[in-house]
């Protein structure tokens, strides 16, 4: 793929994937088998409080939201997994296109989405001695 082409997948080939779980872990599991997998470039969580009816109960809870970022050609495999993985016998997952990214910002997802590379976590870069993994991190 030349740059030319890189450049005419644009911001509208990005997209956003959302979903609520229960738990910390569960939503770090999701985050690290999806990059993993190379079905999301990123995930981003953070603590919600929730009121919902379940059951005929009005519930208030604290759950986390997820937002995955990912090409929009993968967005129905990284939808599938995530309903896969997920707890919840009635996950939300919502899917939102992006109005623009950043150039810069499109060319590293696409590249690294598109790329051969396999993925390994900081602690096994650490338990190898990969150092330039580390390097690369910031």
Not at 49 to 65: C, F, L, T
Request: proline content about 2%; aromatic content about 10%; glycine content about 4%.
């Amino acid at each position: 793929m030349n740059i030319f082409q890189k450049v005419d997948k644009g911001a509208d080939d990005i997209v956003f994937v959302y979903t609520i779980c229960g738990g910390i872990e569960e939503a770090r599991s999701m985050g690290y088998s999806s990059i993993r997998e190379k079905l999301a470039i990123s995930m981003d969580y953070w603590i919600i409080n929730s009121i919902y009816p379940w059951q005929n109960v009005i519930r208030e809870i604290d759950q986390y939201m997820i937002m995955f970022s990912t090409q929009k050609d993968l967005s129905d495999k990284l939808i599938k997994h995530i309903e896969s993985e997920h707890s919840y016998k009635i996950p939300m997952i919502a899917k939102c296109n992006i109005a623009m990214t950043n150039l810069p910002y499109s060319l590293w997802v696409n590249d690294t989405l598109e790329g051969e590379e396999r993925y390994i976590t900081e602690a096994e870069a650490n338990d190898k001695g990969d150092i330039n993994s580390l390097k690369n991190l910031k």
